[in-house]
């Protein structure tokens, strides 16, 4: 049985902490007197909240949502904080916290059985973003590189065979790294002219033969065919 939905927010910043609702500002001072602005967790948790109210709404559960901050570092000193409706505290008052809640909110609203079915309507709402890095691309040294000079030489198809102009090294399997890279960092599909881009391959019957020797699954037609770079990229120089 539940009474009331606890939403809140770690924080786990050190230092004095104050709180002003009217700029929506949220300022650390350090020991040594310097002071910086932060994304007010106030705002951030009554946001949260709202939302956590609104999909509640829209299941037909009344369910009070009780929105809080909690400062996790034994660092922090809480100092002014003017937010009336978010409560804001230290970890260690946790227990202190909810007891007061347990005793202000005691008739159950919902049965077990509701709760299970909130929290599988909340698990299906959640939609999983892949993770990107965020980075300068302009910045990064492509192609096929070589594991000798640690990466740092990019390798060329010569005869057959990837050719380390630096150190003289030849590794076929740093092309398949290279694919591997490339799908981290740039995307799943490579096209044929985005291949010779990223090889430096100026021949595009060598790219051709060098991207249908993969045996990837492709999608598109013609100019427009993409090649798909699986996760197992790397395994698959083993099979040659
Ligand atoms: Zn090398």
């Not at 104050?18 to 007010?40: K, Y």
């Not at 995307?187 to 595009?204: M, P, V």
Request: aromatic share 12%; charged share 30%; glycine share 6%.
């Amino acid at each position: 049985m539940s009474e009331f939905y606890p939403w809140l927010e770690a924080k786990n910043l050190s230092g004095g902490i104050d709180i002003i609702d009217e700029t929506s500002q949220c300022i650390r001072t350090r020991v040594d007197g310097r002071a910086e602005g932060f994304t007010n967790p106030v705002d951030q948790v009554r946001r949260h909240g709202r939302f956590v109210s609104g999909f509640l709404h829209e299941l037909g559960v009344a369910l009070p949502v009780v929105c809080g901050v909690v400062f996790c570092n034994a660092n922090s000193i809480i100092g002014k904080v003017n937010a009336r409706d978010v409560l804001v505290f230290q970890i260690t008052g946790l227990r202190y916290k909810l007891d007061q809640l347990y005793s202000q909110f005691q008739q159950p609203v919902i049965t077990e059985e509701q709760l299970l079915f909130i929290a599988d309507k909340f698990i299906a709402r959640r939609k999983l973003d892949s993770w990107r890095p965020k980075y300068d691309k302009s910045k990064l040294r492509v192609g096929v590189l070589c594991r000798h000079c640690h990466h740092r030489s990019r390798m060329e198809y010569r005869y057959g065979s990837w050719f380390c102009p630096r150190c003289g090294n030849k590794d076929d399997r740093a092309f398949y790294e290279a694919l591997y890279d490339y799908r981290l960092l740039w995307g799943e599909e490579i096209s044929k002219s985005e291949f010779c881009e990223f090889t430096r391959i100026e021949s595009k019957k060598t790219a051709y033969r060098l991207l249908t020797g993969l045996k990837l699954e492709t999608v598109g037609a013609n100019r427009n065919r993409k090649y798909k770079i699986p996760p197992n990229i790397k395994q698959m120089s083993n099979k040659k």
